[in-house]
């Protein structure tokens, strides 16, 4: 290397001798660069004639890379960047280039090597002590980019190759140079390697860092925690990315990761406890997460906060004061309370409540065309799930009927839904005849008929026969001179209805007069219809306040929704209840949670609370709100003026157990959390230290079938080889009988339990002190025994720690054993098919693209409850499509441990064929004993059971046959051809024939059809 203390100078060329009579132009030292220029032309490119001269001084930290030598036509151009600016020195030696490029590098280089030396080091030092962030990579790699382009590719000129580089030619060598010192040269190798750094690359140093501190921190990790954390939740506590996701299955030990990652924290000097924000969401799971972390940590000094405090401390520091929180924030019960007493306020209004009349009348259920399904058992099945009634509480078919039936009602006109013909007119083609309403004072039936304006019925009704029907009932309204009035379906399709209703009645002097308001009302209190509309409300105060929308968002919201009108006319009536809300808290001088949430994310927002903490740790996030996770979102971006990095966001969840959407909580910020927050390290726990494998594989197959939830490899800590899930087939009011003495399902499970226990079967021996636990869980809480239904089952079995929970309540508990009961179809079954307000499901995240899904996922939670054995108790005849699933796709569950009847067994068989989706279900009559359709009274078909064993039959194995069910029976008979009814076999004098049940002699109805016993072959 050249001595730094030599000068040299470089000369003009002969024009610049001759222009500005100098030979020598520019002196170049260790120092920096001196020449000389006229004053008011600053190396400028072409002389002004001004006498005046500046010696100019340049030191190479200045130059943000080494001058440039180009050839021109008068001599050689110096160019060069000085603080960023370009400059330039003109009319050098032609020869320039050639004999002082080298040197001004070197000059350069040795002024430089320093600053290149320290960013080096700085680089080294972080990776060795910080795990690589996104945001970190984003500012390391500008600053190594920029640092690269000042020596690269200028410096290769210094060097020659250490190796041959036709070896690697998609790599550079590295080199030796002549001219640079041993430490330069290995930053410049150095500078290389960071600025080729490839995603594998960078993945490889994130892993030896976190590799490092997994080594270093090994006995922290193994006795943090009663026992060692696992390889993949110690993965968890190291890695510390901007935005972290720790996806934990159920049972995998996600409390232990919030414990240890805080200590890990504190204990690797990383952060102090006052750095740390845990966040859980109520104050029993924060206190609990306080509890162990003194249990574990030892500390006090590490708190977990709701989101209540969280607020309330944010606006206190803000306004220096502490807000006072509505006492309904706390209480549920006074707010819907509150709401109802407000409600009825309002209704004291005429205009209200003629609003009120009309939403109950025309808009209080979510009205869905019968043209829209494909079966009519579909069509009765949301009919009943939803308890289509009338104001008078009448269940009808249709909701063509449902608004004629209430404009009737609400207008003092006495009706009867579906009265009996006051002629005789059955047959065998047709019983009795019902029109839809009977109105007895003037003798006029009203038809409502399902067609449309072309005469098209619902596809799952044969059109034909239906217009064959609507032409007999006219000829039969004609013949016996009855007064009918027809109305339409398209009628009610274009909005006419109610008006071609009155313009015919009118044409017959029907007097109408509505009835009192306070008669209706009583009526709507009576079907509990005000009281649900309140809860409704009260529930949609807070949905509708954390939305944050303005008048035109609001009208976002009524287009979007699934009924725009249906919503509108909900949100009238909500609005001056919303109205009457903010001015109570006002008057009061509180806020409520929504209020708390908005003001401290604006505060945080308009930069008025400075976070105070580096490490933002969240539990349970698969149940967050969007307002929530904007809250969230604000803190990690809060920062004061000299932090040179945002927070660490560390978020743990499970999007398979995401149950919360009824309360705002949005699982796409879990499955989509990246495309929320931006680049995440994502880690998982896939161990389960609760139930066994065979729980686990179920349970894990049952909630992938939605392909939206994320896809996990749940692994058992205990492996069994058996099935862990055992199906009860029993009615829900079968009785007892010898074979099996239990009352019913829950017993039974309860039994078998308790015969487990004793044999030690599943590993636990029952002792003195120590009871297995069992917990009873039900969608809801009537699907479970009351107090005084626990207790005497607490009373015969005593070996037992029996408990009862929602599955909803149940989540974040275990026990040894878990029987789940209200396993049903309907409004009250599981999954509940009941449908969602469409003002409340305006207002709730987006619906998952997937039947179900949050009904699956609240499956998921009841079976991943147990640790030893789950019991599934269902009644066949009514039962969930989870149940059936099971069955039918070939789960690994237990379905030979309890003995079941031929009816439970064989419910598949035993559809009803009339409306195809309904089950036939044993009744009693006053009579006899014979099975009806589980959706009556919408359909009404029954059949009689097999006549020799009482057992029921099946016409689903051979086209025109009936079976018995009953396989130590057998009994099959042919159907009738003519009428669709039962053949039983009769004596003639020409021998023995098949003759219809339904021949009558020579009384009306009757069927003659008979089929001669010779020439009918029976299947086998």
């Given at each position: ?526 079907l509990g219809r005000v009281t649900e509309l309140a809860k409704l409300f009260s529930q949609l105060i807070g949905l509708y306040k954390a939305a944050c929308v303005d008048d035109k968002g609001l009208d976002a919201v009524f287009e979007n929704a699934a009924d725009p009108k249906q919503v509108r006319k909900a949100f009238e009536l909500l609005a001056p209840i919303l109205s009457r809300y903010q001015q109570h808290l006002s008057t009061a001088g509180v806020i409520d949670f929504e209020d708390m949430i908005g003001k401290a994310l604006s505060y945080i927002q308009n930069g008025h609370f400075i976070s105070p903490w580096r490490y933002i740790m969240v539990d349970e996030f698969q149940d967050i709100s969007e307002p929530r996770a904007r809250l969230v979102r604000a803190l990690r971006d809060s920062c004061s003026a000299s932090s040179k990095t945002k927070a660490s966001l560390f978020c743990v969840g499970d999007d398979w157990q995401a149950i919360y ?360």
């Open positions: 290397m050249l001595p730094q203390d030599i000068e040299k100078s470089i000369s003009h060329s002969w024009f610049g001798q001759l222009y500005l009579g100098k030979p020598n132009a520019v002196k170049l030292s260790a120092e920096g660069i001196e020449f000389s220029c006229t004053k008011g032309q600053f190396l400028g490119l072409y002389r002004k004639p001004q006498t005046a001269v500046d010696e100019v001084r340049i030191s190479w930290q200045r130059l943000s890379s080494p001058p440039i030598f180009s050839l021109s036509f008068f001599g050689t151009l110096l160019n060069f960047q000085v603080d960023g600016k370009p400059q330039q020195v003109a009319f050098l030696s032609y020869l320039a280039r050639s004999k002082f490029k080298q040197h001004v590098e070197v000059l350069w280089a040795q002024a430089h090597e320093e600053q290149l030396c320290r960013l080096i080091a700085r680089i080294e030092n972080t990776l060795a002590n910080n795990y690589l962030r996104a945001s970190l990579l984003d500012k390391m790699q500008l600053r190594i980019a920029r640092e690269y382009k000042r020596w690269f590719p200028w410096c290769r000129s210094l060097c020659k190759p250490l190796r041959d580089p036709s070896c690697d030619p998609s790599c550079d060598p590295l080199y030796e140079s002549v001219e640079l010192s041993t430490q330069t040269k290995l930053a410049l190798d150095k500078l290389q390697q960071f600025y080729r750094w490839d995603k594998a690359t960078i993945k490889q140093l994130r892993e030896g860092y976190v590799q490092s501190q997994l080594l270093k921190y090994a006995d922290f990790f193994e006795h943090v925690e009663t026992n060692p954390l696992t390889d993949k939740q110690r993965l968890a506590c190291v890695i510390d990315d901007d935005n972290n996701l720790l996806l934990a299955g159920a049972g995998t030990g996600k409390t232990s990761v919030m414990v240890g990652r805080a200590g890990y924290l504190v204990e690797s000097g990383k952060a102090q406890a006052s750095d740390i924000l845990l966040l859980a969401y109520g104050r029993k799971a924060a206190d609990e997460m306080d509890a162990r972390i003194k249990e574990k940590l030892g500390t006090d000094d590490i708190k977990a906060s709701t989101f209540h405090s969280l607020g309330l401390r944010v606006i206190a520091e803000v306004e220096a004061a502490q807000p006072s929180l509505s006492p309904w924030v706390d209480d549920e019960k006074a707010k819907d309370k509150w709401v109802q007493q407000t409600l009825e306020h309002l209704i004291e209004d005429v205009g209200y409540r003629k609003s009120l009349f009309e939403y109950f009348s025309q808009y209080y259920y979510v009205e869905r065309s019968p043209f829209e399904f494909e079966s009519e058992g579909e069509y009765f099945a949301y009919l009943t799930d939803n308890d289509i009634r009338t104001l008078k509480g009448e269940r009808v078919k249709s909701f063509g009927e449902l608004y004629i039936a209430n404009w009737l009602f609400s207008n003092g006109i006495e009706y009867q839904y579906e009265a009996k013909y006051e002629h005789d007119v059955s047959s065998i083609d047709f019983r009795q005849y019902q029109p839809d309403f009977y109105l007895p004072e003037y003798g006029i039936y009203i038809e409502y008929y399902g067609v449309d304006a072309a005469g098209n019925t619902a596809p799952f009704i044969d059109n034909r026969a239906y217009l064959e029907s609507m032409a007999w009932k006219r000829q039969l309204h004609q013949q016996r001179d009855s007064t009918c009035v027809e109305l339409f379906y398209h009628q009610h399709q274009k909005g006419c209805l109610i008006a071609e209703l009155k313009q015919a009645l009118s044409a017959f002097n029907v007097q109408y007069s509505p009835l009192p308001d306070e008669a209706i009302l009583e009526t709507l209190h009576e959407r009824f309360s705002g909580a949005d699982v796409s910020l879990t499955t989509k959390f990246t495309e929320y927050f931006g680049a995440t390290a994502k880690t998982y726990l896939d161990r389960t230290f609760r139930f066994n494998s065979s729980i686990g594989a179920v349970a894990s197959q049952f909630v992938s079938k939605n392909p939206l939830q994320l896809k996990k490899d749940i692994r058992s800590n205990v492996t069994v080889t058996q099935p862990a899930i055992s199906l009860i087939q029993r009615g829900e009011n079968q009785a007892a009988t010898i074979e099996e003495s239990s009352a019913n399902a829950l017993e039974q499970a309860l039994n078998a339990i308790t015969v487990r226990v004793g044999q030690g079967a599943d590993g636990v021996k029952s002792k003195p002190k120590i009871k297995p636990t069992v917990y009873l869980l039900g969608r809801f809480w009537f699907h479970l025994p009351d107090s005084n239904g626990l207790r005497q089952l607490k009373l015969k079995y005593p070996s037992l720690t029996i408990e009862c929970q929602s599955f909803h309540a149940s989540k974040g508990k275990e026990a040894e054993y878990v029987v789940i009961t209200g396993m049903k179809t309907g409004k009250h079954g599981f999954p509940s098919k009941k449908v969602t307000p469409p003002l409340l499901e305006a207002f709730l995240p987006q619906a998952e693209d997937f039947e179900y899904a949050e009904e699956r996922r609240l499956f998921y939670v009841a079976l991943t409850r147990a640790k030893h054995r789950v019991y599934i108790a269902a009644d066949m005849t009514d039962v969930s499509p989870f149940v059936v699933e099971l069955i039918q796709d070939s789960y690994a569950i237990e379905q030979q441990e309890f003995n079941t009847s031929l009816v439970q067994k064989l419910f598949e068989e035993i559809k009803c064929v009339r409306c195809t989706t309904g089950t036939l279900k044993p009744r009693t009559g006053k009579f006899t004993s014979f099975y009806s359709c589980s959706h009556f009274p919408l359909c009404d078909h029954k059949e009689e059971g097999c006549d020799r064993c009482a057992s029921p039959m099946t016409r689903q194995r051979f086209a025109g046959f009936k079976v018995c069910l009953n396989d130590r029976c057998g009994h099959t008979t042919p159907l009738c051809h003519v009428c669709d009814g039962d053949m039983v076999l009769r004596e003639s004098k020409r021998g023995a024939f098949w003759g219809c049940k339904n021949y009558r002699g020579n009384n009306s109805p009757s069927c003659r059809n008979a089929v001669d016993k010779s020439k009918l072959a029976l299947p086998s």
